[in-house]
Nanobody
Framework: QVQLVESGGGLVQPGGSLRLSCAAS????????MGWYRQAPGKQRELVAT??????????NYADSVKGRFAISRDNAKNTVYLQMNSLKPEDTAVYYC?????????WGQGTQVTVSS
């Protein structure tokens, strides 16, 4: 069992930056593929970025809409995954969710609100 707690959301002006954090409790954090997803009002939840586990291999993956602006990273020693968001746009406004995935098991955090507005 993994519990995920997101933090770092808030209100930011267009062009600004935010750093989201997702702290995981439980065992085996390094085995999980970690990801950030977001859901805007009236829209479906969408993938923002993923970072591979020590088992899955592979590379980080980003939605086209955030490439070059967002960066996902993980610190397995701290059981934490981050999302650095730069050059934020109003269309980035959403609830951002952290996800941990291993084989057929998937866990979600409660989400953190990001609002980009002047």
């Amino acid at each position: 069992q993994v519990q995920l707690v997101e933090s770092g959301g808030g209100l930011v002006q267009p062009g600004g930056s935010l750093r989201l954090s997702c702290a995981a409790s439980g065992s085996g954090f390094s085995m999980y593929v970690m990801g950030w997803y977001r859901q805007a009002p009236g829209k479906q939840r969408e993938l923002v970025a993923t970072v591979p586990s020590i088992i899955s291999g592979g590379i980080t993956n980003y939605a086209d809409s955030v490439k070059g602006r967002f960066a996902i990273s993980r610190d397995n020693a701290k059981n934490t995954v981050y999302l650095q968001m730069n050059s934020l746009k109003p269309e980035d406004t959403a609830v951002y969710y952290c996800n941990a995935r291993y084989l057929m098991t998937s866990y979600w955090g409660q989400g953190t609100q990001v609002t980009v507005s002047s």
